[in-house]
């Protein structure tokens, strides 16, 4: 993979750095790749794979040429596959239990995922065709990759299904949330288009519980499935938060995708905040647009960022700076209200916590301050806590309770699935997860309606 290094960026023309990185694989390079695949028997990488797409077959098809085929059998597992491609860390999952790890390199799954898939997103493939219709209809509240991934099932399934959407294109963090040059706007949008080629209507442009009452909802559908995700970057609760020059990562990275680039970082001082995958975006987003120093701040250490590990080489290799074990105390501004430091203390590891992982306690007298022409805020999203409420559901600080096998919630008739059931501790939920959590709310839909029913094979 090729990255931008600081002599490489256009200061001219910044929508040239926001082109992806990675190219892909050749055609050459593919079939070579393809070739060298084993076809495991119980192959291990299916069951590392959260949504159990059968790699090998996908990869046999690539080999023999059935470049439809193989993309259809990615995206029959995994609605959200060709995202999946770009974004999975597949060291950890397929890649990292590949047999041949044990001998040679492990093959290159997401590479050839991605060739797969985009040679039907270049060829404007159509993969699935609508199901006559079962009778029962199924709101779903949210376009990501959880939502999307049900509606895609229910939609196999006969559902008539209509996906709530506050945006004005669906795919949530895929469209929105993960930088260009990772994953471009055109690859989430046809995923969106195989889900809304099954009959599925998305209203986009439409808040649940501002454009259409919860009640309205509740009771013009058969099933609610929740999959709203998650909100803004809560406040850090410290002063000069409202400076200008203090942005939210997730709508700034969201800036990068839908409105022209704008100059304003260029030979800037950013500092972010926070060690996860959205800091890591803000971070190198902000290299792009040309800012000359990009420091990462994290309260604890290089062990406890949650941040994927090609993600942190990533942002290394775009010369991001990391200050492990640094707090922001203060935000300061001059007299135009515009941020011109950032007050930080030091910290150490302390005992652990209630989520098992230690505490930062902060170091006495160790306050200093960093001069810094922009914030970037990265420490999580906060819940959309009154739609929950709004829909009487029990939650636990915004974690909606569902059982753990049928996702169903504390309505009978109301599911939820992705980043409004992934607990609080436990870092950044995988997209991979909330498209597999999308199929298993599905089946347990479909289970309850219509009893007797087994899960599609
Ligand atoms: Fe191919 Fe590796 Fe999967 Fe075996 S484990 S089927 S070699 S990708």
Not at 20 to 42: F, M, S
Not at 217 to 238: E, F, H, Q, T
């Amino acid at each position: 993979m090729t990255h931008l290094t600081k002599s490489r960026i256009s200061l001219t023309n910044l929508s040239e750095n926001f082109e992806e990185v990675d190219p892909g694989l050749t055609n050459q390079e593919a079939i070579e790749e393809a070739y060298r695949c084993l076809y495991c028997y119980d192959a291990p990488c299916i069951t590392a794979c959260p949504t159990g797409i059968d790699i090998p077959t996908f990869i046999k098809k690539i080999a023999s040429g059935n470049l439809k085929g193989s993309a259809k059998t990615i995206m029959t597992e995994n609605a959200v596959g060709a995202s999946c491609a770009r974004v999975c860390p597949t060291e950890e999952l397929c890649e990292g239990a590949c047999v041949l790890n044990h001998s040679t390199e492990p093959i290159m799954i997401g590479n050839l995922q991605r060739y797969a898939t985009d040679w039907a997103i270049k060829n404007e493939q159509v993969l699935f065709k609508p199901e006559k219709k079962n009778g029962k209809s199924v709101a779903v509240i949210g376009g990501g990759p959880a939502g999307l991934s049900a509606a895609r099932e229910l939609g196999l399934l006969g559902y008539d299904v209509t996906i709530f959407e506050s945006e004005e294109e669906a795919g949530g963090l895929n469209s929105y949330g993960i930088v260009s040059f990772r994953l471009p706007q055109t690859i989430s949008f046809w995923e969106v288009e195989q889900v809304e080629r099954l009959d599925v209507d998305i209203r986009t442009n439409t808040t649940v519980g501002k454009d259409i009452t919860v009640d309205e909802i509740l009771d013009n559908y058969d099933i609610v499935i929740l999959a709203v995700g998650m909100s803004k970057v809560p406040n850090l609760g410290i002063s000069g938060e409202n400076l200008e020059g203090v942005y939210d990562a997730i709508e700034f990275v969201k800036d990068t995708k839908t409105k022209p680039l704008s100059d304003k970082f260029l030979g800037k001082n950013v500092v972010v905040i926070g060690a996860g995958n959205t800091a890591i975006d803000g971070a190198t987003c902000s290299v792009r647009l040309g800012a000359e120093n990009v420091k990462i701040l994290y309260r604890r250490t290089v062990d406890e960022m949650t941040a994927y590990d090609f993600e942190y080489e990533f942002a290394k290799q775009d010369g991001v700076e990391f200050r492990w074990l640094t707090t922001p105390t203060k935000i300061i501004g001059d007299e135009h209200g515009r941020v011109t430091g950032i007050e930080c203390i030091k910290m150490a590891l302390g005992e652990p916590g209630e989520d098992g992982r230690r505490r930062p306690v902060p170091i006495e007298g160790s306050e200093f301050t960093i001069k810094v022409d922009a914030v970037i805020k990265a420490i999580g999203q906060s819940r959309y806590i009154d739609l929950i409420d709004q829909f009487g559901l029990k939650h636990h600080d915004g974690v909606v309770t569902v059982d753990s096998e049928s996702f169903q919630t504390s309505n009978e008739k109301v599911f939820a699935c992705g980043d409004v059931i992934f607990g609080k501790g436990q870092g950044e939920a995988m997209v991979v997860s909330a498209a597999q959590q999308g199929k298993e709310v599905a089946y347990a839909v479909h289970k309850m309606l219509f009893k007797n029913v087994s899960e599609p094979a």
